[in-house]
Structure formats: C-alpha cells, structure tokens
C-alpha cells in the first residue's frame, strides 16, 4: 500500500459554501445539503464536529453532503467518483455494508482524521471507501460516514500476490463484454431476479426460468438455440406460475426409468417452506400448474442426480428447523428426498447435513473415480463457506467442514470440465473474517472457482479465481445456471446490477473456457 507521503501537507480554506443547485453534481434524498469541504466547517448537520486540515490527496474531493450523522442517502447527477470516509472502529463502520452490498472499493491510502469532534478531541480514525457512479445511481448508507463526491478517482487496493488470505491469482474477465448476452434487462421499473438455466441432450439448447423482482413471483421462461449467444425473449409458461412468491426457482431436466424425460421447475414458497413444482413433457411448449411435492423448502433444489442406472433420483435442499423464526438459524438442515418415477412423486425427506446458517443451498459434485460426493454449502454469516462429504454415493454424509476462502461463496453451482477439473461460481463473499479486513477486490461480484475434486476433499485453496461479472449493486447477485457445452465452453447465467443508472438487475449470461484463461495465468 503505497504511504501517504502528503498527510500533513494539507490545504487550509475558510468558510463554507453552499452549490447552486443547477450545479450541484449530487442530490440528497434526505434532509441533507451539498456543501464544499473547509477547514471549519460541519461536518453533520446534528453534531457540531468540523472538519480538519484536508490532506493534499483529497485536493479534488471538496464537495460532500452534509446529512445528519446517522443517515446518507443521495443521488448522483453526473458520472464521476463517490468517495465514503468511515470509521474504522467497527462500532460505527460502514465497509462491509458499502463493499458487498453497493459496490464500493478499498482506496489505496492509510486511514486519517478527517473531523474533530472539539478543540481539544480528534475525531474518528476513516477508511476510504470509493465507487465509480453515473447519474441515477443512489447512495444509500448509515451511521457516521461521510460522503464526497469528485469526477477524478484515487488509487484502488489492488490484490496482492502474497496474500495469504487469497493467495491463488484471480483473472477479470467482467469487462470484455463480448462474453455476455442479456436475457431479460432490467428497467427503472423491472427487477430481473434470480435465474437458473438447464442444458438440452442437442448440447445447444438452454432454457432459463428467473423471478420478476428480489426473490419475487416466479414467472418468466426463456430459450436459447446458439448455447446462450443469443436469447428467445419471454415465453409462456403456466399462470400458476405467478402465484409463486418468495420464491428463487430451479430447473431441471429429469428421465424416468422407462426413458421419459420431463423438464421440471421447482419453487420454493412460504416460511417455513412449500417445495412446489411444475413439468412439461413437450420440452417447455406446455407446463402443468404448479404441485406440492409434500416437502419443505424456502430455496428449491440446485442439485438432483440419477442413480442406480436411471432409477433412483435423489434431491439435495435446505430448510430452517421448525422452532427457527426468519431471520434465525436454530435447527437449519440439508434434506435429501428420492424419486423412483423420474421426479413425478417423491419421497420423505431425511436429514443429512446439519448447518451454520438458515440458508445452505447445497450443491453436490460426484467423484469421476469412485462413490465420494461433495456437497458445498453456503454460510449465510460472514464466515467461510462449508463443505459435507459422502463416501457412499449419499447415503451417510460428514459433518460440516470449513472450506477456503477462495471458495466461500453464497449459492453455488459447480460443473466439471472435460479435463476433470472442478468449476464453482457464486456470488463472492470471501472476508477476511479472523481479522476483520475485506482485502478481496472481487468481494459481492459474480466469480468462478478453478481447482481439483481433491482440492476440494482436502481443503487446499485451487488453482484460480475469475470475475466473471461486476455487480453495481454489491453483494445482489449470484444464483446461478451453469452448463458446460460440448466443445468446452461454459455458459454461467446469472442475475446482476449490470450497469450503473436507474436501471434496474438484468438476467446475464457470460461464456469462457478454461484453456484461453489458463493461458493468462502468471
């Protein structure tokens, strides 16, 4: 991190000054006001602190919003930089909140004073915080922060290679966006949620299903021809579909023991949860209305897999326990249920796997060589994600154990490469958690996982990361289809602020194979 040779070579100004409002790159949506950082001046419009000398790197962050201390919330006017001071003591800090969820960054500089709260006190020690904005964006954050504005940026945290947090490389492939297509784009007034694809026997064909707003009613289908180059556009599924609230779906393709394969869409409804489903046997021309399976579900099932030569379907899913209230974790479990008719009827559910967290969202990968099956699981608290382990094709599973930091992160869908390696994306929620640090640059977007089923058996960090897409809105994004085409491209889809502005998530798709990116490794 490069010293902040100019701390104390600080500009010294007079006075306060109020913008016209035609000017005024930033707009508060509270009680608050645009002003210019002075020496003197208030930093809040409830509390008498004043700001300091301002060091010489802030030369060109002078505007702010003065807001009460305990509420922000503003709309950018033009592109340019919004730069967040927050205190580091972790009573009153801001940083994860505004790294995950909104989007912001680790400015390279040591933290300073920026305000006193007297003559005779300094005020709090700030990190700087900053994100690249457009005019629409809102800025929304709490307690003690302040909030400047500028059209120059300063210097990011940049990984650092000898990190031993992180200490496997991670290519950005988020800005060539030659690798995305969209297959529903939010509005000012549409949110594009949460999506899952499934890939048809011809290798090409990919159906997607998503919900209309944050976990909302379910509703829109799409298909793509060209292997997710290209997207149909909303086609008609089954009114039922919308009555489906809540709700993050899953989709599947699933054959009987006569050979009759079905495409299945699953929600889960309701807390403590209603595992609901839907199939065609037209290949998605007609859906029937939406069933009860019998089980219980907030989040439908990301993993199904076929055993005992076709008969045998097993899901994988998670639920809270029954003295569990909302935002509770008590009694939390993975389940699995079997199928014998190819998914029309299942059976009861068993507990299998207990969790850290009220939401698992397991994801089972099968050993190529023998009966192991992993199942990754996330951790809905800020701490590492978990792994369970089956040495007999999933009848007896492990407890828990702690997964890497390269491989923490919240609802994953994992694919094995033609060269036998392993593929995970997820939403990024790697912390620094033992010392309470975000030293992750890709922290709240959507990446991707490189490594080995024994990697993951044995706890080691892999070989890769990627950031496949930048989230604008932090942490928002994640759930995920993931197909593996024939000649092996992988197609990742998944919902996601995809630019700044008013406009709302977009369902996107992005395509990369393994052998262009480990050309770029070091």
């Known amino acids: 991190m490069k010293a902040l040779t100019t701390l104390f070579a600080c500009i010294t100004l007079a006075g306060t000054l109020t913008f016209a ?53 503003l709309e950018v006017l033009r592109p340019g930089y919004v730069v967040v001071l927050t205190p580091e003591d972790q009573k009153f800090n801001q940083e994860h909140k505004l790294t995950f969820f909104h989007g912001f960054e680790r400015v390279d500089l040591p933290p300073f004073h920026p305000y006193r709260i007297n003559a005779e006190r300094i005020g709090n020690s700030c990190n700087i915080l900053q994100k690249k904005v457009v005019a629409g964006d809102v800025v929304d954050f709490g307690y003690y922060g302040i909030a400047l504005w500028s059209d120059a940026p300063l210097p990011i945290v940049k ?25 529903a784009r939010g509005t000012k007034e549409t949110y594009q949620g949460h999506v899952d694809t499934v890939l048809m026997p011809d290798g090409k064909t990919i159906w997607a299903t998503w919900v209309i707003n944050h976990a909302g009613h379910l509703g829109p289908l799409a298909k793509s021809e060209d292997g997710g180059k290209t997207w149909s556009g909303l086609l008609p ?8 609230t809540q709700t993050t779906p899953t989709i599947h393709r699933l054959v009987d023991p006569d050979g009759v394969a079905r495409l299945f869409v699953f929600a889960g409804q309701d807390f403590p949860g209603r595992l609901r489903q839907s199939y065609s046997e037209d290949e998605g021309k007609t859906w029937t209305a939406m069933a009860e399976t019998g089980l219980k579900a907030e989040c439908a099932p990301k993993t199904i897999m076929s055993f005992d030569e076709g008969k045998r379907l097993v899901m994988w899913c998670d ?22 008719d190819g998914g029309l009827t299942w059976g009861p559910e068993r507990v299998v796997v207990k969790t850290l967290s009220h939401w698992a969202q397991p994801a089972v990968i099968a050993s190529d060589k023998d009966d192991t099956l992993i199942m990754l699981l996330r951790v809905n608290q800020n701490d590492y994600g978990q792994f369970a382990v089956s040495l007999d094709r999933g009848k007896t599973w492990s407890e828990a154990k702690q997964l890497p930091a390269a491989l923490t992160g919240h609802r994953p869908a994992v694919k094995r490469a033609p060269d036998g390696r392993i593929v995970v994306v997820m939403r990024d929620t790697a912390t620094d958690f033992e010392n309470g640090k ?31 897409l930048h989230s604008y809105a932090g942490r928002d994004t994640g759930y995920s289809g993931f197909e593996l085409l024939p000649d092996g491209t992988f197609v990742a889809t998944t919902y996601i602020k995809y630019q700044g502005g008013p406009e709302k998530h977009s369902v996107v798709s992005t395509r990369f194979k393994l052998d262009e990116l480990d050309a770029r490794l070091p």
């Open 21 to 73: 409002a035609e000017d005024d790159p930033i707009k508060p949506l509270d009680d608050g006001e645009v002003a210019e950082v002075s020496r003197g001046t208030a930093v809040w419009s409830d509390r008498d602190y004043t700001f300091t000398e301002w060091p010489e790197d802030f030369a060109s962050h002078r505007v702010f919003h003065r807001s009460s201390i305990g509420k922000t919330k």
């Open 237 to 244: 599924s089954h009114p039922s579909w919308e009555e489906q």
């Open 438 to 468: 975000i030293r992750n640059p890709t922290a709240g977007h959507f990446v991707a996982w490189v490594g080995t089923f024994d990697d993951i058996l044995n706890g080691r960090d892999g070989q890769y990361r990627i950031k496949l």
């Open 159 to 183: 990984e650092d290679p000898d990190n031993p947090f992180l200490p496997i490389p991670t290519i950005d492939i988020s800005g060539e966006t030659e690798r995305h297509s969209i297959v």
């Open 319 to 340: 639920r809270r326990g029954p003295d569990s209230k909302i935002n509770e974790s008590k009694g939390a479990c993975v389940w699995e249920s079997e199928s014998l």
